[in-house]
């Protein structure tokens, strides 16, 4: 079995990310390593290669400007690097996501495991989203997603969230997916203030739209936040030491939007009837 490891990067360093925890984080697991750089007003490829392992392959890009909708910027660099994998699977590792050295085994026996069932095409991931600091978990958002893919199945990525398998060349669904085993531990929504600011200003733009200053993860319905007790890869210390807010204040004076509304339904019914009914972008064959 060969399987590759694929992400995008631009301007890693000055935002924040860490991306270098992030790729070793999986290089143990995969056979090869495929990086798009866009063009960065920063150090980010030199350290990217600065990583010094022979698996890592760097393809240099040039976003486009003026593709402004809804992140699909995103989705084109996330198949640049795609498509230019070789292995039996795909293994997309976003930039601020990173995996716990307990759980390689088990991921890898799981692509074992499936490689040769037609019926499976990726394997999802449970995620834990940290909020404000690396101690609290956000949990509005999605829970559960793929971040495997077989590279024998048509896919594209419409944004750097997901994936679409084509049938017939023009009709898209979602993949249909086993759970991994394993945990995904995104580290976006809990670094410092300044460079969730910076980024916000630079990324904005690709999205159609543009950003106040971000001055606190403060302006968020608490009931959104459970705490978090359990360990962090043993990778990330230094980042979380260095690069992380270690302290939350919620913003006394916020009000609840229609969202968080709906949200705090969600979650009275996820409770009482004990399902988890967040948004999935495959279709679960189970664990």
Known sequence: MVVSGFTFLRDAVSNGYPFEESIQSLLPIVDEYIVAVGTSGDDTLQRVRAIGDPKIRVIETSWNEKMQDRGYVYGQQKMIAQFNCNGDWAFYLEGDEVLHEDDLQ???????????DPEVEALYFDFLHFYGTPSQLGIAGYRRA????????????????FFVILDGNKKGRYPRARYAGASIYHYGHCRKIEFTNRKLRQVGKFWGAKHDVFTTYGKIDVAELRPYVGSHPGIMAEWLNNSAELTFEPDESYRLTRRDLRNRLRFWVEERLGLEISKKHY?????
Request: aromatic share 4%; no cysteine; net charge positive.
């Open 106 to 116: 088990n991921i890898r026996s799981t692509m074992e495991r499936y490689r040769d």
């Open 146 to 161: 793929p971040r495997i893919i077989k590279n024998s199945v048509r896919s594209i990525a419409p944004d750097g969230l």
């Open 283 to 287: 279709k679960d064959l189970g664990h």
